[in-house]
C-alpha cells in the first residue's frame, strides 16, 4: 500500500463533515430563542395574491419556511465598529420586530435597518452595518456545497483508485459529465491550458447545476431560489472575469488596446472592447439568473392558476402541465450550467491562448 | 396600466425568443437531416444557440420586472 496522507482519506473528509454539519447546528440552536412567547397560531386569513406567493418565493429571507406556520429561524449576524450582534430571526420577524444589540435592529421591507433614539429607521447607521447573516439562501449554499463534498469528494479519491479498471457507481454517474466538460468544452477553447483551469470549469459547471436542482425541489432543504439570485450569479460571474483579466496574456491585450485596423478606427474601437470586457460577464449573470427566476415564476403560477379560479377541478389540467414544465426546468438547469461553464472557458480561452494567425 | 406594459414588454420578448429559437431548431434539424452522424454534435451546437439566444430574449423579460416596480 502506499502511504497517503491523511488528508485525502475519505475519513478526513467525513469527519470534517460532520464536523461542519455540528458546528452548523450548534450554532443555529444556540441563536434560537426559547422564551416562551409564541405567536398565534391562526394567522388571519389573506385573499390569495399571485405577485405576493411567486415574490415570496424567488426573494431572500432571514428564515426558512417549511410548512404552515413552522419556520426555521437563521441566525442573524451583525458586524459593526461597535462589535458583533447574533440573534435568531425570530426576534425581528415575529413579535416586536426589534432587537436591541449595539444598535436597534428592525426588519423593514425584508431589509435589517437601524433604528435611532426615536425609534425611526435611520440611514446613516443602516450604512455602519456589515449584515452578514446566515439568510435562507446562505443556508442553501452551504448546504449544496455540503451535497457536492460528499458527492464528489469520495468519488475523486476512489476513482484515482481504480486508474485503470472500469468505473462504478457514482463515478460512473459522473464520468461522462467531466470527460465532456473536458473533452468538449475546455481542450477546444484553451487547448494547452485545459489542465489549469479545469477544476474551476467544472466546479462552476455542478455548482450551478446542483443549485439549480435544489431550487427545483419543493420541500426543505431544497426551494431555495440561489441561483436565481443575481448577487450569486454576480459573484460567479465575477470570478471568471477576475481570471479572464489575471491570466490574460498579450495578444488578448493587444487585441483590445491595439486592434489591427485602421488608426482613425481606434476611437470606435477601443471603447467598444473596454465596454465588451464587462459586458460578457453582465450576460453571464443576467442569463442565468433570469434562466432559473423565469422557470420558477413559471411553474409558482401554474399552480397558482388553481387558487385564482377557486376551482379545484382545474387541478386535473393545471398539475400535469406543471409536471410538463417542471421537467422542462429540470433540463434548462442542467443547459444553463453548461453554457456558464462553456462560456466561461470560452472567455478564458480567449485570454490566454497564443496569438492565431489570421 | 403600468402593470400591462410591463406584461406587453415580456409577450414581445416572448416572440423574440420563438422566433428565434424556431429558426435554431429549424436549421439544426436541417444539418441533422442531411447527415445524421453529426447529429450529437448539431444538437450540441444547437442547445448553446438556443441558451444565448434566449439570455436575450430574457435581458426583456427582466426589464419589464423592473419596470413593474
Not at chain 1, 38 to 59: A, P, Q, R
Not at chain 1, 160 to 183: A, C, H, W, Y
Not at chain 1, 346 to 351: F, K, Q, S
Request: aromatic residues 12%; glycine residues 8%; proline residues 4%.
Amino acid at each position: 500500500m502506499i502511504k497517503r496522507p491523511f488528508f485525502i482519506t475519505k475519513s478526513y473528509w467525513f469527519a470534517l463533515v460532520l464536523a461542519f454539519l455540528s458546528i452548523l447546528s450548534a450554532g443555529s440552536a444556540y441563536c434560537q430563542t426559547n422564551s416562551g412567547v409564541k405567536e398565534t397560531s391562526l394567522k388571519e386569513l389573506k385573499e390569495f395574491n399571485t405577485t405576493d406567493l411567486v415574490m415570496d418565493h424567488i426573494l431572500n429571507h432571514y428564515s426558512w419556511h417549511l410548512w404552515g406556520n413552522t419556520y426555521v429561524y437563521l441566525p442573524v449576524i451583525l458586524i459593526s465598529k461597535k462589535g458583533i450582534d447574533v440573534f435568531s430571526s425570530e426576534r425581528i420577524e415575529t413579535g416586536e420586530h426589534i432587537y436591541q444589540g449595539h444598535y436597534t435592529y428592525s426588519l423593514i421591507n425584508d431589509k435589517i435597518v437601524a433604528l435611532n433614539d426615536h425609534g425611526k429607521p435611520e440611514a446613516t447607521l443602516t450604512k455602519k452595518i456589515w449584515n452578514f447573516s446566515i439568510t435562507k439562501n446562505v443556508a442553501s449554499l452551504l448546504f449544496s456545497v455540503f451535497l457536492l463534498f460528499v458527492i464528489l469528494i469520495p468519488v475523486g479519491i476512489s476513482s484515482t483508485k481504480r486508474l485503470n479498471k472500469t468505473p462504478k457507481g457514482m463515478q460512473s454517474v459522473l464520468e461522462p459529465f467531466v470527460v465532456f466538460i473536458r473533452d468538449e468544452v475546455a481542450i477546444p477553447n484553451m487547448g494547452q491550458n485545459a489542465t489549469r483551469f479545469l477544476p474551476f470549469l467544472l466546479t462552476i459547471f455542478f455548482f450551478v447545476w446542483i443549485n439549480n436542482l435544489l431550487g427545483l425541489v419543493p420541500f426543505f432543504p431544497g426551494g431555495a431560489n440561489l441561483s436565481g439570485n443575481i448577487s450569486f450569479t454576480l459573484a460567479l460571474a465575477t470570478i471568471t472575469l477576475i481570471l479572464t483579466l489575471f491570466n490574460a496574456k498579450k495578444p488578448y491585450w493587444k487585441h483590445i488596446f491595439l486592434p489591427e485596423v485602421p488608426v482613425l478606427m481606434y476611437v470606435i474601437m477601443v471603447p467598444v472592447e473596454l465596454i465588451g470586457i464587462i459586458t460578457k460577464p453582465i450576460a453571464l449573470t443576467i442569463r442565468l439568473f433570469a434562466n432559473i427566476t423565469a422557470g420558477h415564476v413559471l411553474i409558482l403560477s401554474l399552480i397558482s392558476l388553481i387558487f385564482i379560479f377557486k376551482n379545484a377541478w382545474l387541478a386535473t389540467a393545471s398539475i400535469p402541465f406543471t409536471l410538463f414544465i417542471s421537467l422542462i426546468e429540470l433540463l434548462v438547469g442542467l443547459i444553463q450550467a453548461f453554457i456558464f461553464t462553456a462560456l466561461a472557458a470560452l472567455y478564458i480561452g480567449m485570454a490566454v491562448n497564443e496569438h492565431v494567425e489570421h | 396600466m403600468i402593470g400591462s406594459i410591463a406584461a406587453l414588454g415580456a409577450g414581445l420578448a416572448a416572440i423574440g425568443a420563438g422566433i428565434g429559437i424556431g429558426n435554431i431548431g429549424g436549421s439544426a434539424m436541417e444539418g441533422i437531416a442531411r447527415q445524421p452522424e453529426a447529429a450529437g454534435k448539431i444538437q450540441t451546437a444547437m442547445l448553446i444557440a438556443a441558451a444565448l439566444v434566449e439570455a436575450v430574449a430574457l435581458f426583456a423579460v427582466v426589464v419589464s420586472f423592473l419596470g413593474l416596480k
